[in-house]
């Protein structure tokens, strides 16, 4: 029951990512790194640079962990860059003064592999985390230790960690010194209480991302959260009526509750859904049985 419409293609890609290892949120596939910007380096070099200047590193370690950070600025961050900035450092001075800030981009270079290396992303993950962890040991500045507070919360949320990914960010909020990193963390931690089916604590956090920080994309996104008691799984979008009847028998056929709903964003537009299921891990089991059929099935919210 394949569809060839345009908006079809579209969701088989990203669900294709994310049955990979992609795990994205809600309606659309997350981009991994939307949460903490990649211009947030800025804030690190400056700390980074006098702290390599009092520690007298060797030039070629510190040249080189100034450029990878330097990458962070690019929409798609060369990852065996960054990778090898913080490796030459860490050669050259495994516990100098800019030793935390070189783990926090080793552990960033393995986000970033997780997601555009569809190989190995959960060990790609799990290195991440494993650098986070020792950037930790190095006591790093507070700014510096929000972000590593921040990224461990990331690994874990697209681990399906949701309750240690929680606790991460909250560490995070109080040493993250810009507004937007703060709202993307506050966010972050609403979809991990509503994947956990801590529905109340989700709608009060997207509340509180709304007021703290109106008009902004994450509050936007909240809103789209905020009043939800269950899961569905999105099966297709489909510009033809006849195309989504034919999905919803199909689907009612195996014994699913499906339903058809407006697109709000895309007049025209059909999607079915399968649901309201009661957990995460009930929408993940129907994604699998339905995947072979539905290749675009993805979970929402």
């Known amino acids: ?24 949120d809600e309606r659309s596939v997350l981009r991994w790194m939307f949460v903490f910007p990649l211009s947030l380096h800025r804030c690190v070099v400056s700390s980074l640079l006098l702290l390599l200047a009092m ?7 510190e040249a080189r962990l100034r450029d990878g950070y330097k990458l962070l600025d690019s929409p798609r961050p060369d990852y065996v860059a960054m990778s090898a900035a913080a490796d030459a450092y860490l050669a050259e001075k495994p516990t100098g003064p ?34 986070y962890q020792q950037a930790l040991a190095q006591s790093p500045r507070p700014a510096v230790e929000g972000l590593i507070h921040a990224g461990i919360g990331n690994v874990l949320y697209f681990q399906n960690r949701y309750a240690p990914a929680v606790t991460e ?30 529905w109340e604590s989700a709608d009060q956090t997207f509340a509180k991302v709304r007021q703290l920080f109106p008009g902004t994309e994450q509050a936007r996104r909240a809103a789209e959260h905020q009043g939800a008691r269950g899961y ?66 993805m979970i929402v919210p």
């Open 232 to 297: 569905y799984v999105q099966v297709g979008a489909y510009a033809a009526a006849a195309q989504a009847d034919a999905a919803v028998a199909d689907l009612k056929k195996q014994g699913l509750t499906v339903g058809k709903f407006a697109d709000s964003s895309k007049p025209g537009v059909q999607l079915v859904r399968v649901g309201p299921l009661a957990s995460y891990a009930a929408a993940v089991g129907v994604k699998e049985r339905v995947w072979k059929t539905y290749s675009g099935a």
């Open 55 to 61: 520690g007298c590193a060797p030039r070629q370690g």
């Open 1 to 24: 029951m394949r569809s060839g419409n345009v908006e079809q293609k579209r969701l088989s890609v990203e669900a294709t990512k994310r049955r990979r290892g992609w795990r994205g």
């Open 98 to 131: 800019g030793a935390g800030e070189a783990l926090y981009l080793r552990g960033r270079a393995f986000e970033e592999k997780s997601q555009r290396d569809i190989t190995s992303p959960e060990r790609d993950l799990a290195q991440a985390h494993a650098a």
């Open 169 to 198: 960010l909250t560490a995070a909020l109080p040493k993250l010194e810009r507004e937007d990193d703060k709202a993307w963390a506050t966010y972050r931690i609403g979809l991990c209480q509503q994947r956990s089916g801590q």
